[in-house]
């Protein structure tokens, strides 16, 4: 299975685009990247995912690198409702979903 | 609306009891899959199934056991054999083909051990 490793904790400013990074060194070529937050006490929610290509919906951006060892999950203007947990999960063709410790996001007013 | 519905929400037991934690979806998914958050964590794979009377070990499986004898149901037993069952247990649905689709989670159950 793949792993990924994201940084622990990030700050952003409100209303400041925010770049989540995360490293997924070992993906297959057909794993799609997910990405969800989660806020204290809540299930995850889904943010966005892809395979390839950038990707855009109404929450946010998904970069992508060339060659998939990496993707950048963007917040265009962080809010202080974007303050949550973020996790960046590989979904294999198993059907699996593997959390990893994910990237702790304040946002500060 | 369609969701998944997890019960209790919070549950207390004492040592040496198992409970059982309920998990319905009526999303029409495929799979379900069952995680444990402990505090400060991330989430960790117990059980999941791809279909009706099937399902898979995650990586921490030890002490639970499961059962899918209906779509719509995925029940999750924390026996007396798990030696740590304090933790936040959450559900999930995905009813994706192929490698699409997104996770939905219910909202939780909160387990305490006394």
């Known amino acids: 299975d793949a792993k990924t490793t994201q940084p622990n904790s990030m700050e952003s400013n409100e209303e400041e685009p925010v770049h989540l990074p995360c490293n997924h060194s070992t993906i297959s070529g057909t794993d799609y990247i997910h990405w969800y937050r989660q806020l204290p006490s809540q299930g995850p929610e889904y943010v966005i995912h892809?395979?390839?290509s950038n990707v855009n919906n109404r929450m946010a951006s998904l970069a992508i690198a060339e060659d998939r060892k990496s993707s950048t999950l963007i917040l265009h203007r962080a809010t202080l409702r974007d303050a949550a947990v973020y996790y960046c999960i590989p979904h294999n063709t198993g059907n699996q979903f593997y959390f990893g410790t994910g990237t702790s996001l304040t946002v500060i007013p | 609306d369609g969701g998944i519905t997890q019960s209790p929400k919070y549950l207390f037991r004492k040592e040496g009891q198992n409970v059982t934690l309920s998990c319905e979806q009526n999303?029409?998914?495929?799979?379900m899959y069952w995680y444990r958050q402990d505090p400060g964590q991330g989430l960790r794979l117990i059980y999941y199934?791809?279909?009706?009377?099937?399902?898979q070990k995650g990586d921490i499986a030890e002490g639970y056991s499961v059962s899918r004898e209906k779509k719509e149901s995925f029940p999750l037993t924390v026996t007396s054999a798990q030696k740590n069952p304090t933790a936040f247990y959450l559900c999930?649905?995905?009813?994706?083909?192929?490698?699409?689709?997104?996770?939905?989670f219910g909202e939780g159950s909160r387990l305490t051990v006394l």
């Open positions: 199934s791809q279909i009706v009377n099937d399902f």
């Open positions: 999303l029409n998914h495929d799979a």
């Open positions: 999930a649905s995905w009813g994706g083909r192929g490698l699409t689709g997104e996770l939905f």
């Open positions: 892809g395979l390839t």
